[in-house]
């Protein structure tokens, strides 16, 4: 007799896509992941705003941040959650990996004079990698746990919370952080006029933790799937020489041409790349989860133009708040004693 615990049985499985619970676990990690990314856009839009705020020169971009509209964002969710859900953990893994690996290589270019603008456009391009490695890090994470939905039920509740508490400060600083900050009465303005500064170094130090954990979950995850040694070694030997020659083709030509058009070819670049390799030691599954894989760095990218225009702008990011000055004494005449008028 057919019943519904049948179904899953007369549909076609897929490693990535499991019917019933495993479906359900994976539109929760999606979820999670997008929410996650919805916070890091939230708190960048904050920085960027209060630094344009307080600049005369940065109103236009100013006016720009405002007209983003919140419903957009609804969307941008959803769409980025819906990739999230169906791009595959093993896709995903190799996107973590080739960010952290294009991050070191960045940091260590920098050196210790480290320019705050590069460092913000680092975390505006690693959007859709930071939600590849929260569902890395929570499908191996929750691998085997006798309550893996609650669990991820438990964790989305959390990350929704997060997000709303992120829109409502970045609503809060768009349309009231000038009245408030000039009047001297909101704590949370005045707080974001004096410490502002600190907050891309924060996000640094978060995003350190996330990719830390997405790249032991990647590996972990990638290496599951090989039943010896010399599988693994065939697999990441073309991998790392991939991904380092690509590392080195991206820095050269976002020094040469930075901006948005640039941007979109690099992604074009990463992902071709990663296309032809998984031509070679991967799956039709993988090869359908790089097209996604596209298509949600794509779909990071219209979000964040704004942003990516502010990172271009020379000494942008504006350094902490100095007080007024105080008037200079005029020095007197030769001959005059001081305190006395002039005749």
């Known amino acids: ?77 959803a769409g980025l959650a819906l990739i999230l859900t169906v791009v595959g953990t093993r896709v995903a893994a190799l996107v973590v990996l080739e960010f952290s690996l294009r991050a070191v290589s960045t940091l260590l270019s920098l050196g210790k004079g480290s320019q705050s603008s590069e460092m913000l456009q680092l975390h505006l391009l690693g959007q859709y990698s930071l939600g590849c490695g929260l569902t890395c890090g929570l499908s191996f994470l929750q691998e085997g746990a006798p309550h893996r939905t609650l669990n991820l039920l438990l964790g989305l509740g959390l990350a929704a919370l997060l997000r709303s508490g992120a829109g409502r400060l970045c609503r809060h600083v768009c349309w009231l952080y000038e009245l408030h900050s000039g009047q001297r009465y909101c704590g949370l303005c005045l707080g974001l006029l004096a410490g502002a500064h600190g907050l891309p170094r924060l996000l640094t130090r978060a995003l350190a933790v996330a990719f830390a954990v997405g790249d032991l979950a990647a590996v972990a995850l990638i290496n599951r799937d ?52 998984l031509l070679t030691v991967g799956s039709w599954l993988d090869l359908l989860g790089v097209l996604l894989s596209l298509l949600g760095e794509l779909w990071c990218l219209t979000r964040i133009r704004t942003l990516l225009d502010l990172c271009q702008i020379q000494d942008f990011p504006a350094q902490r708040p100095s007080a007024p000055r105080q008037p200079q004494p005029q020095p007197s005449a030769p001959g005059q004693p001081q305190g006395a008028a002039p005749s």
């Open 1 to 77: 007799m057919f019943s519904l615990s049948s179904l899953p049985s007369w549909l076609p499985g897929l490693p990535f896509l499991q019917w019933g619970s495993g479906l359900l676990d994976s539109v929760l990690q999606g979820l999670i992941g997008a929410s996650g990314v919805s916070v890091l856009n939230s708190l960048l839009k904050v920085y960027f705003f209060v630094n344009c705020a307080n600049d005369p020169e940065r109103q236009l971009e100013k006016r720009r941040l405002q007209a983003q509209w919140a419903s957009l964002e609804t969307l941008h969710l």
């Open 226 to 277: 090989f039943l010896s040694m010399s599988d693994a070694v065939r697999f990441w030997t073309p991998l790392v020489i991939c991904y380092t020659l690509l590392v080195i083709y991206m820095q050269e030509e976002q020094r040469q041409s930075p901006g948005l058009q640039s941007q979109v070819q690099t992604v074009l670049v990463r992902m071709g790349g990663l296309f032809v390799l």
